[in-house]
């Protein structure tokens, strides 16, 4: 309904009838719209820090002591956002306009991921984690919205994933990395552009 309809257009008699349930249970477990909305936005942001990041207790660990693994958080999270750009969006505005961002649980684990890669002798120097988070964030989430406008099919709107993927990677190694301490992301980079050239 959030894809379809839009935060306003969700209604708790509408999301049980699709459930299958009685509006009188619906209103046991949400008791107004924005309960609704407020649980829809835990959901993605547990999603993303178990799905995307490897679960809050691994936030301590720094993505560049594996390469591999944060190629594959941009992948994933580029597909995510890519394939749930409603979900996506509404998490991004809702963390944004929170008066604590901190307390969701994603962009925590997010924010204390990018502090820790930023703090390492392979990142730049002067890098503010906070400001990097919230662009990547707002990237990931809004490229969607593009997305939707130029591609029509699902090939077309996972080879825009992948564009984004590898914006981000070629952004991270040579924005906020010492490209020359990631060989295999660069090669992996390389490997991308080749192939989309080829295209």
């Known amino acids: 309904?959030?894809?379809?309809?839009?935060?306003?257009?969700?209604?708790?008699?509408?999301?049980?009838?699709?459930?299958?349930?009685?509006?009188?249970?619906?209103?046991?477990?949400?008791?107004?719209?924005?309960?609704?909305i407020k649980a829809t936005v835990e959901w993605v942001s547990r999603h993303l820090s178990e799905n995307i990041l490897g679960g809050e207790e691994r936030a301590d660990e720094i993505p560049?002591?594996?390469?591999?693994?944060?190629y594959d958080v941009i992948n994933n999270l580029a597909q995510f956002a890519v394939d749930n750009p409603e979900l996506g969006r509404i998490w991004l505005f809702e963390m944004l306009s929170s008066d604590n961002p901190d307390d969701d649980v994603f962009f925590r684990h997010f924010h204390k991921s990018t502090a820790a890669m930023t703090q390492t002798d392979v990142s730049e120097e002067g890098i503010d984690a906070e400001v990097l988070s919230v662009l990547m964030l707002a990237g990931y989430f809004l490229w969607p919205v593009?997305?939707?406008?130029?591609?029509?099919?699902?090939?077309?709107?996972?080879?825009?994933?992948?564009?984004?993927?590898?914006?981000v990677l070629r952004l991270s190694l040579h924005g906020t990395m010492r490209p020359e301490a990631f060989p295999k992301l660069q090669a992996l980079l390389d490997d991308q552009e080749a192939g989309a050239q080829a295209v």
Do not use: C, I
């Open 1 to 36: 309904m959030l894809a379809s309809d839009g935060p306003d257009g969700l209604s708790l008699s509408k999301v049980a009838h699709l459930a299958g349930v009685n509006r009188g249970t619906a209103y046991q477990h949400f008791e107004t719209r924005e309960d609704l």
């Open 64 to 70: 560049g002591d594996d390469p591999l693994a944060m």
């Open 146 to 167: 593009w997305v939707r406008s130029k591609a029509k099919t699902k090939k077309e709107r996972d080879a825009m994933a992948r564009r984004m993927s590898r914006e």
